[in-house]
């Protein structure tokens, strides 16, 4: 849906921020609406995702995973084909071109992990621009490598002590940054999460990924499939391969939150299973949060599903009953993750594991003459080193 | 109608020429016991509005001191609800109009309807709100008013049509963000200019929403802006905070009048 007049999905969405930065939102909105219309920018952005990131990806049957299972035929959109090694790349494509097209010189941006951070380097790399990724001071300790990487792609890391030093302060800083520098600065957000426009941004420019697979699935099995699942944390790639199939009522829409150690310990990030609606960085959305909406720490073993709270478009669709969110513990995506890694030899990100781990536990419950699309958000590489680390396979 | 303590405090001030000192403050740190000895000596030094700082942990528009400030109080469990069990007490010793700024996820984390309630009860005299602006802020303002508090918005540089419908739904006073210049010169009439607009649409004080930290900047813009209010919080929880850390909180009281008195000896008389 769009966002009414005052922003929101339903209840949800909106843009609680502080006056200055509502200045910024307003000029974004206006440059947003403006770019999606005009056909030269959509143009421009179809020639990068296709030159550059290597779209469309595919939608790859898994025959040898649909076979070990013996129910429902299981297909991955393969967005860990894409350029940087997940979807993301989608998104900070379709927002440098925007900052590009603002005359903006300086692009921030929040990472986690480190994956947001790595396409935005690599975007603002390729056009040129100055660029700054905020980053909890714990995950720039855990997560060197990809600092390094974003270094090696010319981007200034800032490392973030305030709070609890991890992707929410890094998000609050992000923002403190954009508010002091409106003038030069684009903020590009890397989930469907923040104050609007930028959910429904990041909506329409992950919306691609839904677009190709609902086609693909129509050339190879001439219908829609019954089932469309995607790990949920701020729900980027999520809303991306959902969006198209919205108005597909036959077709189930399954978002796949961590449940960490388990729902019933503190140790998730189970926004839907386990949170309230509340406010965080933006915008009204499920969130983990304390009686006085002080948001409580997340935990999963995959770090881009570490997030407090969730796109509001998700809290949208799960209010309307239009889809719902399930969860995965960290040891049903490790597992997930080993079996398609030795089943299908693609080692997906322990992100997307999340979501190969329901597609596992619910294909064997349907007949053969089922079809769960699944979305690959990203690859597996960045993880290997943390799955052999569990495994004690390899000290640190 | 009997004015308000807020709109009292104004008309004393205009009669003497000055500015108001708004005091601010976070609560909860490093205890909510402190809080009455704190307000005391905030009023005992001359500030004319007290306001009040609810921590919460992941503010986008405060101080690392406020932020630090912050943490402390909520790991020393903190709570709204303790929160306003002690204000209503401060409210019988404290004649000084209290502005309470909390966090809208706050707000709406403890029930919006509760809060203003507690608000009512507690005698607060206005609320303001950094992450709600005018687009997200009609249930909370028409809740407040009906109990006759004003919540206090805050303006930036904007175009004439925002600043009218912020300025159509304000009451007591308004909070104005000017662009911060290095340049003294620059920032004063940067400030003055934006002033000069705003009071084309409005009548009400216009307060500056940065706060001043030293007292050289201080003495400049409250000689040179044409605003009703200066607001000072940072340099005070500075103090607040290095008291604690040396375990020498009992001089705080009189270290904090101190401060106070300061600014309000650097006050320009228009």
């Known amino acids: 849906m769009i966002p009414n007049a005052k922003a929101k999905f339903g209840e949800f ?15 974004l909105d206006e440059a947003f609406n403006d770019a999606i219309n ?35 035929k299981i297909y ?42 790595v396409a935005t380097a690599t975007v603002a790399a390729m056009f040129g621009m100055d660029c700054e990724i905020f980053m909890g001071a714990e995950d720039v300790e855990r997560q060197r490598l990809n600092v390094f990487r974003m270094e090696l792609l010319g981007a200034k890391v800032r490392s973030v002590t305030s709070g609890s030093s991890t992707l929410k302060d890094a998000v609050n800083e992000a923002i403190k940054d954009w508010a002091a520098n409106i003038n030069d600065t684009f903020y590009l957000i890397g989930s469907a999460v923040g104050p609007y426009p930028y959910p429904l941004m990041v909506r329409e420019f992950q919306k691609v990924i839904g677009e190709e697979a609902r086609k693909q699935i129509i050339e190879k099995e001439n219908r829609l499939p019954d089932y469309v699942v995607a790990c949920v944390g701020g729900g980027s790639n999520a809303i991306g391969i959902f969006y198209p199939f919205v108005g597909d009522k036959e077709v189930k829409l399954v978002g796949v939150e961590a449940a960490g150690k388990g729902l019933d310990t503190n140790m998730h990030a189970a926004t839907f299973n386990r949170g ?26 995959a770090a881009g599903l570490d997030y407090p709270g969730v796109g509001p478009e998700h809290s949208y669709l799960k209010e309307t009953n239009r889809a719902t969110y399930e969860s995965a513990t ?30 596992m536990k619910k294909a064997p419950e349907l007949s053969k003459n089922h079809i769960i699309v699944v979305n690959l958000s990203g690859r597996g590489d960045k993880d290997v080193q943390q799955v052999a680390k569990i495994k004690g396979i390899e000290e640190e | 109608m009997e004015n308000s303590r807020i709109e009292n405090t104004f008309n004393s001030i205009k009669q003497n020429h000055r500015k108001a000192l708004i005091a601010h403050i976070t609560a909860g740190y490093p205890n909510l016991q402190s809080l009455m000895p704190i307000m005391q000596s905030l009023q005992a030094g001359g500030a004319d509005i007290l306001q009040i700082g609810i921590p919460f942990l992941d503010p986008v528009g405060d101080a690392p001191i406020v932020q630090k400030a912050s943490q402390k109080a909520i790991e020393n469990h903190f709570t709204i609800g303790d929160f306003f069990r002690t204000l209503t007490n401060i409210r019988q010793e404290i004649q000084s109009p209290i502005v309470l700024k909390a966090y809208y996820t706050s707000i709406f984390g403890y029930g919006e309807d509760k809060f203003i309630d507690e608000c009512s009860a ?47 739904v304000s009451q007591e006073f308004i909070y104005l963000l000017p662009e911060y210049n290095p340049d003294e010169k620059t920032f004063i009439d940067g400030i003055n200019n934006f002033a000069r607009k705003v009071r084309d649409i409005t009548q009400l004080p216009l307060c ?13 813009v409250s000689s040179g802006a044409q605003i009703d209010g200066l607001l000072i919080g940072d340099i005070l929880m500075k103090k607040i905070c290095s008291a604690v850390e040396k375990g020498a909180f009992t001089s705080i009281t009189e270290q904090l009048e101190q401060a106070v008195k300061g600014f309000y000896s650097l006050q320009a008389i228009r």
């Not at chain 1, 296709?50 to 898994?62: H, N, Q, V, W």
């Not at chain 1, 965080?280 to 959305?285: F, Q």
């Not at chain 1, 960290?330 to 597609?359: C, M, N, Q, R, W």
């Not at chain 2, 009906?146 to 805050?154: E, K, M, N, S, V």
């Open chain 1, 76 to 117: 991955l959109k393969r967005e860990d084909l894409n350029h940087t090694g997940a979807h993301k790349i989608n998104n900070a494509l379709g927002q440098i071109l925007l900052a590009k097209r603002m005359g903006k010189k300086r692009i921030i941006a929040e990472t986690g992990a480190g994956q947001h951070g």
């Open chain 1, 276 to 301: 309230t609606v509340g406010i965080i960085h933006g915008m009204k959305t499920y969130l983990l949060q304390s009686p006085d909406g002080e948001i409580t720490a997340p935990y999963s073993i």
């Open chain 1, 38 to 72: 005009d056909e030269q920018f959509i143009k421009e952005y179809h020639y990068y995702l296709s030159e550059y990131d290597g779209r469309p990806t595919p939608l790859y049957y898994a025959e040898n995973l649909t076979k070990k299972l013996g129910g429902a």
């Open chain 2, 122 to 168: 507690s005698g607060t005299d206005a609320v303001t709100v950094p992450d709600l602006p005018l687009e997200e802020s009609s249930s909370l303002r028409e809740k407040l008013h009906t109990h006759g508090i004003p919540l206090i918005y805050t303006m930036v540089p904007a175009s004439t049509e925002r600043m009218n419908a912020i300025a159509h």
């Open chain 2, 208 to 220: 500056l929403g940065m706060e001043l930290s030293d007292h050289e900047s201080f003495k400049t």
């Open chain 1, 330 to 359: 960290d040891e049903e995506a490790l597992e997930a993750f080993e079996t398609l890694s030795k089943v299908e030899g693609i080692i997906p990100a322990l992100e997307s594991a999340h979501a190969v781990a329901y597609a």
């Open chain 1, 13 to 27: 969405g909106g843009q609680y921020v502080p006056e200055v930065v509502m200045q910024a939102l307003i000029e």
